[in-house]
């Protein structure tokens, strides 16, 4: 059991490495590649928003699918979303001046990014509730380090070439992320596949206690009756989505946060490796981390950090405070990420796990995206930086209020 574990984690981890670097290149980068493009704020802040409000529409529909289909594999609908991802990026090779075009395939890209995001996560999770010990946090933690190092490069690459070089990294990379996701795969023995049919509930080494001890619904639910079933998570969602308001801004406008201090590029790169790099140790930690403290109660801890995270940096005045700021991705995102992964595991019931999964990929990709890039770019062709952080910091800290009395109590891990 423990060699079939390491083999899954790295193959996993290298996996999750893979697409949060193209997610970097992609997203992250976002704004420097359609500016390159002679794209405005408001207009990159559209494109944004519409990809992100597709991916809302894409989401459910994908996940209530891949939670309903018996005949085809996670990893299958995973690979097909990817090919067109893969596809869409190669015709922008050919798109020089059409903006039109240029925004409708970036729109495509982004959304079916968005929409992978949810499902990666389930993808580990298959085998968690096998009984296979898969590391999410270490392979989440360690993504985040090629995310930083990428961050760095571009942000240096950007400097020289401008962002003309960020669709060549990403295609090289997609590549390889397809190869990777193929590639995942192991010979699960007969006991395990026994014990994933039997469903004893959700866990983390199968022993993570389930919440809910009512009779299990074994239907998949529809969309409407899913928010209706699970009333005080469609709250916490809400909470959710405010909490990634300040985070979604800041990534997404991170090149005119650093323009505004004195900054350039490479600080911007520099910004997004530091808070990367760090959530490391936390992620890594995390799969030992919650059988010390509650799930429920690492979530209301982070969302308390991702207002403090978001104050500071509204009121940075120099490129060392923004950097500064960025350090207290450890104590929000990096604790947020695993925690919430698994909160969603456990108090689903086993046929809407894949549904709840994409919707809290709704709420922190795709809700806030498109409400981010409505607003953030509005606001800073219009009010500037400082009032579009001011905001941020606003709506966050009322989230986190949301996030603290929604959050279902959560009992122990128990030793693996």
Known sequence: MEKLARSLTIKYTL?????WVSHCTIFSFAAV??????????????????????????????????DRSEN???KTLILSLMFIILISACSLLILHESFLLIALVYVIIISVQFTLASLMNSLALEYVNMGIPVNYGLARGISSVAFA???FLL???????????LLNVFLVNYIVLIYLTWNFKVTIPKELNLAASNEKGPTLNSELTDLHKSERNNVSSGILYFFIKYKQFTLFLIGVTMIFYSHNLV??????????????GSHMGLALSIAATLELPVMAAFFYLIRKIRCSTLLKFSGFFFAIKSAATWMAPSVGMVLFSQSLQMLA????????????????DPKD?????AMLGVANLSLVGAIGGITGGKILDTLGVSDMLLLGTVVTGIGALILYFSTEKTALAKKA
């Open 15 to 19: 996996i999750q490495c893979a697409f």
């Open 155 to 165: 942000g240096i690459a950007t400097d020289y070439f401008h962002g003309g070089i």
């Open 149 to 151: 190092i990428d961050s």
């Open 33 to 66: 590649f359609l500016q390159d493009k002679n794209f405005s704020n408001t207009q990159i802040g559209v494109v944004l928003s519409v990809a992100a409000i597709l991916s809302i529409l894409l989401q459910p529909l994908v996940g209530a699918f891949a």
């Open 72 to 74: 085809i594999t996670l």
């Open 353 to 357: 796990r894949v549904k709840g999964q």
């Open 333 to 348: 995102f990096a604790i947020f990420t695993p925690a919430s992964i698994y909160y969603v595991n456990v108090i689903m």
């Open 251 to 264: 990534n997404s406008y991170m090149i005119n946060i650093m323009e505004n201090v004195g900054g350039s």
